[in-house]
């Protein structure tokens, strides 16, 4: 079975910081990586994904990501976040993209 | 523009009521999925459609029940058999290969 953990709950940075969402994720299959992003009171929006390739996935709104298969992570990282970054991330991951695993997201709150 | 639509984006429901939550999508997508997403657990699967006339339970799928007669609809209600069915609900699509693609949600509140 596969599991997805994120290691932090809440990330609080300044406007224009660097910021690391982590992620780590179990199975004893290759599997497919997703990060979406939530807004309040909102559905799920794709930020990027890995099916296979470079491991360095580029995303929407200047996110990125990493492919670690020795680590068995998944970190999303921004070089300079802005306000409009503040919102909730989650992690998933699938077996056969037809089934998504969820972590339990992490919340992104940018101040001034 | 393609997309899913969900109705209502608000439900008050008084105890021992079954309620229904609609799913519509004009994505040509196959498989259609709900979620029920509480605060600090992420989003848990409730059922999901690989193909028209067909459905499983996912991992919560107790006081629920689905139906799919159309590929563009995918309605869940939330019977009385549920316990604590406040919470938000999402549904989703996907075409075989490639991400879900997501609702605005349905938040549905016990009175």
């Known amino acids: 079975a596969q599991s997805v953990t994120q290691l932090d709950s809440q990330v609080p940075v300044f406007e224009e910081a660097p910021v690391e969402l982590r992620c780590n994720y179990s199975?004893?299959?290759?599997?497919?990586l997703f990060w979406y992003v939530q807004y309040p009171n909102q559905g799920l929006q794709l930020l990027l994904k890995?099916?296979?390739?470079?491991?360095l996935v580029k995303g929407i709104n200047g996110f990125e990501a990493e492919f670690n298969k020795s680590q068995t992570s998944f970190h999303l990282r921004k070089p300079s976040v802005h306000i409009s970054d503040t919102a909730e991330y989650f992690c998933?991951?699938?077996?056969?993209?037809?089934?998504?695993?969820f972590g339990t997201g992490t919340r992104l709150q940018v101040f001034p | 523009d393609g997309g899913i639509t969900q109705s209502p984006k608000y439900l008050f429901r008084k105890e021992g009521q079954n309620v229904t939550l609609s799913c519509e999508q004009n994505?040509?997508?196959?498989?259609m999925y709900w979620y029920r997403q509480d605060p600090g657990q992420g989003l848990r699967l409730i059922y999901y459609?690989?193909?028209?006339?067909?459905?499983q339970k996912g991992d919560i799928a107790e006081g629920y029940s689905v139906s799919r007669e159309k590929k563009e609809s995918f309605p869940l209600t939330v019977t009385s058999a549920q316990k604590n069915p406040t919470a938000f609900y999402l549904c989703?699509?996907?075409?075989?290969?490639?991400?879900?693609?997501f609702g605005p949600g349905t938040r549905l509140t016990v009175l």
């Open positions: 998933a991951v699938s077996p056969n993209t037809d089934k998504l695993i």
């Open positions: 199975s004893s299959v290759s599997v497919y």
């Open positions: 890995y099916l296979s390739g470079s491991t």
């Open positions: 989703a699509s996907t075409d075989r290969g490639d991400e879900q693609f």
């Open positions: 459609s690989q193909i028209v006339n067909d459905f």
């Open positions: 994505l040509n997508h196959d498989a």
